[in-house]
């Protein structure tokens, strides 16, 4: 099964005034996606412009794939007027998704904004005791809460202007969680999808607490298929064990969001 389809769009529904669902069924088999993969959606059926988008896999449902976008800029303008019964190209699934929790470990999913797109899947399919903390600008941009109520055992909710759950970030929410939940016989794993400052914030609150995590990163891309090493990122790696240079033991490397990507451990992104 070829990673190049062809899909007709089922629809594209407003949640609000930024965000969209869109729905697409493909036009030939195609390979199962993983929480954390995501495709290249063609915005427009035309060649301006040129570049597909790269958007997280949402949810699958009887009639096809489905996505949560926010409307950013041009191409994600243009992606919210495509209609009912057009076609249009994709490629995906990409990338690697979320590695499984380890036995005994309590996941805890921490989505800033859109995403929760990403999240949202993963949440699904995890069959264990699961937290989600999801935090937004405003109640109007918070996404899906009937569903997140469903699939979690317990859903943390905070909006920067207090106007739904508590006022406050989400990684500010999670750092009280973790000092009050604190045992040491419970082991918790983050997964975390935002904006990278929020990504950055939350890093440095797992390597503090010592606890493992991974981070899907959003990077600006142009081929996502690890062609044009457009979406770069620094990571930090043990160097070889014999290497016989007189340099502390971590270098610096590159990795691409879209090959390597979009989820990283936590402790290998170098912000
Ligand atoms: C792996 C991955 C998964 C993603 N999943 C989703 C998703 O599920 N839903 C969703 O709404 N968005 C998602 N994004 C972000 C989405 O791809 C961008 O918002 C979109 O490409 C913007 O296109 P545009 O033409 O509207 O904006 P442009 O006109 O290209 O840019 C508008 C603004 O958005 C910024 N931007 C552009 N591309 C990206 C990007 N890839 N990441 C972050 N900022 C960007 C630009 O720097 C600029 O500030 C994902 C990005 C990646 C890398
Ligand atoms: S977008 Fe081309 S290498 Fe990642």
């Given at each position: 099964m070829s990673r190049y389809f062809k899909a007709k769009i089922i629809s594209n529904l407003p949640l609000n005034s930024k965000n969209n669902l869109f729905t697409i069924k493909p036009l030939e088999p195609v390979i199962d996606p993983e929480p954390g993969q995501f495709y290249m959606i063609?915005?427009?059926?035309?060649?301006?412009?040129?570049l597909k988008r790269p958007f997280s896999f949402f949810r699958r449902t009887p009639e096809g794939i489905q996505f949560l976008y926010t409307i950013k800029g041009r191409g994600t303008s243009l992606m919210s007027k495509l209609e009912k019964g057009q076609v249009i190209s994709l490629i995906g699934p990409l990338g690697n998704g979320y590695p499984k929790p380890e036995d005994g470990y309590i996941p805890l999913l921490v989505a800033g904004g859109i995403g929760i797109a990403s999240l949202s899947p993963l949440a699904e399919a995890l069959t264990k005791k699961t937290y989600v903390f999801y935090g937004a600008r405003s109640k109007d941009e918070l996404l899906i809460l009937d569903e997140l109520k469903e699939l979690t055992d317990k859903l943390f909710i905070c909006t920067d202007d207090g106007s739904?759950?508590?006022?406050?970030?989400v990684v500010d929410i999670l750092n009280d969680f973790l000092t009050f939940h604190f045992s040491l016989l419970t082991s918790y794993v983050i997964y975390a999808c935002g904006p990278q400052p929020m990504l950055e914030a939350l890093s440095k609150i797992a390597l503090e607490k010592k606890i493992k995590g991974y981070v899907s990163v959003e990077e600006n891309m142009?081929?996502?298929?690890?062609?044009?090493?457009?979406c770069v990122v620094k990571v930090g790696s043990q160097k070889k064990?014999?290497?016989?240079?007189?340099?502390?033991n971590f270098e610096l490397v590159f990795k691409r969001v879209c090959k390597e990507g979009p989820v990283f451990p936590i402790e290998e992104i170098v912000w």
């Open positions: 063609e915005p427009v059926n035309s060649y301006d412009p040129l739904m759950g508590e006022k406050g970030m142009a081929c996502g298929v690890g062609a044009c090493q457009g064990k014999h290497s016989k240079l007189r340099t502390p």
